[in-house]
């Protein structure tokens, strides 16, 4: 019972030429770098003949070197990196560099070698009025080095998920200065397949049970719906409720006087003469009245 | 769990049936040997104590002992040889084992934290980069990323080095390697009806021909082709019409016979084989996957440049050049994803339009304008509003 049959999912002509499965290998090249496996990396740039950018892979190497020794909770190379920036970071509202400045003088303070502290908080002076209640909190703790931050009512400061949660801002910033998306392209798109391949075969193998054409194309739709769920969400999509068709640049959304969004080709439909009255609810309106809306 | 019995039943074919067929193999290979070595000295054995109870002829000590020793040998080598054998399918059933446990661990009902169904996952994408590398001919990659992935149990890299070898020295014109894989793979070829010994054998009397040596050309017919299935006749007949043309004749189908590309078929030949073989599919599962992922995520807003969405990997070549000729994943209901911060707009975080058209979720509106003392910027347009302006929309 244990048969191989994912050939009738794929198509031909998408990942047939050298070029194509050469972009694909671009693709695999840059998960390889975001997840730091650099030889592995260079490996498939020698033996697929690719060509990538230097800057981009420079960008990668540096990234993840600066994350590892977030990891290993030296915070070193993060804060030169969020100095250098801060003008961008300020007018993305980002307080990373605070956090990243509030971990390095909590990691000073439990060593217990509190004139380093003292001389480390002169760099949180700098928000002092913006964040000040934050700071206020850090000062504090210098009342309890003696019996110990875990015992004080500032122990939540200790928590180990501070560290990861600053690691992931650094990522998140970094990548949005930089124009990278965040997530390796190539696992997203992978997830997702997992995700509808078994429900493809089994409808394949219904399809040709019941001798249906079972070619999928680009003028067709896939015959299932999928929801990957909102991690892997980019785009609103928004189906006309009346005509459950999905609405695109030829067939926007549109919006009613009394609030009810359905799509152009469906009030040209509803139209007679120029008045117009909500399927909803009981509101009358003009023809002209309705506006386009952008999701 | 029966979502997830689905996800292994489509995906992980391969993960199981290779080991397994190596293992049978090997275990028909083992028995042949074991078999061969047993009615050897049982011939061995027979000869003795015939000539012992031989009661016409004497035998010397000396005869006796060399003898003894030959059976003694014989026994040896059957011993040496079933322990590898033994080995070597131990070897495999670890594998098989291996893999079934890797399974079952991600199959354990209610007894997985998401972190180790994540960590399961990314392991699944190795594999599947591992086996998209093998067969692209990416030895060194592969190589280098099961070892650094851990996953070395988890793939098959020994079945495709073997494959490798074979494809190096056909693009390399020698067809040794080529013919002793098919000796070994004798039975499973013929189950298959494979044309590959044939064609190989072919080429080899072509290339005989192409450096003159017809008598040698006709001797090695004789020897190899005779024997070939009736339905190549055809086949054979064309080749042998070769012996009455010199190698750089315009004739069109003698002059395609005698072209090198028929080495690079013959290379591809080969790996079809190889792959049906071990019950390997011809596309690999990252491309078949891949595609499915690309077609589920594919929405008409990728192609429309200012719609796009750099977190999106259809939006962003060269993902968004392959997937052009894919489906597109249809949706009857509808989604929202407010823009200003990322999250679903629905009843706990409903739509709102501003004045220009655009629309966002409450939550992000009423947290521009708390911030701001009631005005809202719009994201995109930069326009500002009070936060009276923004309007409900009702999505059924």
Same mark, same amino acid.
């Given at each position: 019972n244990f048969t191989c049959d994912i050939h009738g999912c794929s198509q031909e002509g998408v990942l047939d030429t050298a070029e194509q499965v050469r972009k694909l290998n671009e693709v695999a090249c840059e998960h390889f770098l975001r997840q730091?496996?650099?030889?592995?990396?260079?490996?498939?740039? /020698? $033996?697929?003949?690719?060509? =990538? /950018?230097? @800057? +981009? %892979? *420079? +960008?990668?190497?540096? !990234? *993840? @070197? =600066?994350?590892e020794a977030c990891r290993a909770r030296n915070l070193g190379p993060a804060l030169k990196w969020v100095t250098e920036h801060r003008r961008d970071l300020e007018a993305r *509202?980002? +307080? !990373? $560099?605070?956090?990243?400045?509030?971990?390095?003088?909590? @990691?000073?303070l439990q060593t217990g070698d509190l004139q380093a502290a003292l001389e480390y908080s002169k760099n949180l002076a700098l928000y002092s009025t913006t964040l000040k209640k934050e700071v206020q909190q850090l000062m504090g703790c210098f009342l309890y080095t003696s019996k110990g931050l875990g015992q004080s009512p500032y122990a939540d400061l200790l928590d180990p998920v501070l560290l990861g949660e600053a690691c992931d801002e650094f990522m998140r910033e970094a990548c949005a200065l930089l124009g990278l998306a965040l997530n390796s392209h190539l696992a997203a798109c992978l997830s997702v397949g997992c995700q509808a391949l078994p429900s493809l075969l089994q409808i394949k193998a219904v399809m040709q049970q019941r001798q249906c054409p079972v070619v999928w194309s680009s003028t067709n739709e896939l015959p299932i719906e999928i929801d990957p769920g909102l991690e892997y969400q980019y785009h609103s999509v928004f189906a006309c409720p009346i005509l459950r068709h999905q609405c695109t640049l030829d067939n926007p959304p549109m919006r009613l006087t009394c609030g009810h969004v359905i799509s152009k080709e469906a009030i040209e439909r509803l139209v007679t003469g120029t008045r117009l009255k909500c399927p909803y609810c009981p509101v009358e309106m003009n023809s002209s009245e309705p506006r386009q809306i952008h999701f | 769990f029966f979502g997830i019995m689905a996800d292994v039943k489509a995906l992980e074919h391969a993960t199981l049936k290779v080991p397994y067929e190596l293992l049978n193999k090997k275990f028909r290979s083992t028995q042949k040997t074991i078999d061969r070595e047993t009615s050897s000295i049982v011939a061995v054995t027979n000869d003795f104590s015939a000539r012992i109870s031989d009661s016409g002829s004497k035998m010397t000590v000396g005869e006796a002992n060399t003898m003894l020793d030959n059976v003694v040998q014989r026994l040896q080598s059957l011993k040496r040889k079933a322990d590898d054998g033994l080995e070597q399918e131990l070897q495999l059933v670890d594998t098989c084992k291996s893999r079934l446990e890797h399974l079952g661990d991600y199959v354990k009902e209610g007894r997985l934290t998401v972190s180790s169904v994540q960590s399961w996952k990314r392991k699944r994408m190795d594999r599947m980069l591992v086996d998209h590398c093998l067969r692209s001919g990416f030895y060194d990659t592969a190589v280098q990323l099961a070892k650094d992935a851990d996953i070395e149990q988890l793939v098959d890299i020994e079945v495709f080095m073997v494959s490798r070898r074979v494809e190096d020295s056909l693009a390399s014109k020698d067809t040794i390697p080529c013919l002793s894989?098919? %000796? /070994? *793979?004798? @039975?499973?070829?013929?189950k298959l009806k494979s044309t590959l010994e044939f064609n190989v054998r072919v080429q080899d009397f072509i290339e005989l021909i192409k450096v003159g040596k017809r008598m040698d050309a006709v001797r090695y017919a004789r020897k190899h082709l005779s024997s070939a299935d009736s339905s190549l006749l055809g086949e054979v007949q064309s080749a042998m019409c070769l012996l009455a043309f010199s190698p750089d004749t315009e004739c069109p189908p003698y002059k395609k016979l005698f072209d090198p590309v028929r080495w690079d078929d013959l290379v591809r030949q080969f790996r079809q084989d190889n792959f049906a073989l071990h019950q390997l599919n011809g596309q690999s599962l990252l491309s078949v996957t891949l595609q499915a992922g690309l077609s589920a995520l594919k929405t008409s807003q990728c192609y429309q440049e200012e719609q796009q969405n750099i977190d999106c990997p259809v939006c962003v070549k060269p993902l968004n050049h392959l997937a052009r000729p894919l489906p597109f994943a249809p949706f009857t209901q509808s989604r929202l994803i407010c823009h200003a911060s990322n999250t679903r707009m629905n009843e706990h975080n409903p739509p709102m339009v501003l004045p220009n058209g655009y629309v966002y979720g409450r939550d992000a509106l009423f947290a521009m304008a708390a911030s701001s003392n009631g005005v809202i910027t719009c994201p995109r347009t930069k326009e500002r509003f009070q936060r009276k302006d923004a309007e409900k929309v009702y999505i059924m």
């Open positions: 730091g496996r650099l030889d592995v990396a260079r490996l498939l740039v /020698e $033996e697929g003949g690719l060509v =990538i /950018e230097q @800057s +981009q %892979y *420079n +960008q990668f190497v540096q !990234l *993840n @070197s =600066i994350l *509202n980002s +307080q !990373l $560099e605070f956090k990243l400045h509030r971990l390095q003088f909590l @990691s000073l | 894989w098919c %000796y /070994e *793979n004798k @039975s499973k070829l013929r």
